[in-house]
């Protein structure tokens, strides 16, 4: 992702990832999205495991910084140890009538793009052997 050689991991739902994501991110979802809503992604610690050796800098993002949060805790408690939480994640928080709090990735005029070689969830499950 930049000259540090951080790696952001987009931990949308797979719809989310391909509307727009920051430049150069992977997607490994937190939740997936279905008719009935999000459901958890059973598979994202091992698929994250299997791509990404616990060393590796990454930065995690989501809409708002909620899935963000949850993911980083649950990686730290795996043993990552260069984990950036990106607090306002895609979009930014909201406040209950909509108004952006604080400006995520995209609404900051950062880079983003619809597809990245190599970043979608069937690429980065299919290096991880799952």
Not at 70 to 88: F, K
Not at 95 to 101: M, N, R, S, W, Y
Request: aromatic share 8%; hydrophobic share 35%.
């Amino acid at each position: 992702m930049d000259e540090e050689g951080y790696v952001y991991l987009d931990v949308r739902s797979e719809p989310e990832f391909a509307a727009g994501h920051p430049a150069g991110a992977h997607n490994v979802p937190l939740l997936h999205a279905g008719p009935g809503g999000m459901t958890p992604n059973p598979d994202f610690l091992a698929v994250v495991q299997g791509a990404y050796p616990r060393d590796t800098k990454l930065v995690l993002g989501c809409r708002s910084g909620q899935r963000s949060m949850r993911a980083a805790e649950m990686m730290i408690a795996a043993g990552y140890t260069q984990i950036v939480e990106q607090r306002a994640g895609f979009d930014g928080p909201r406040d209950p009538f909509g108004a952006v709090l604080e400006p995520g990735w995209g609404l900051a005029g950062l880079p983003v793009e619809q597809t990245t070689p190599g970043g979608s969830y069937a690429e980065i499950r299919r290096r991880a052997g799952k």
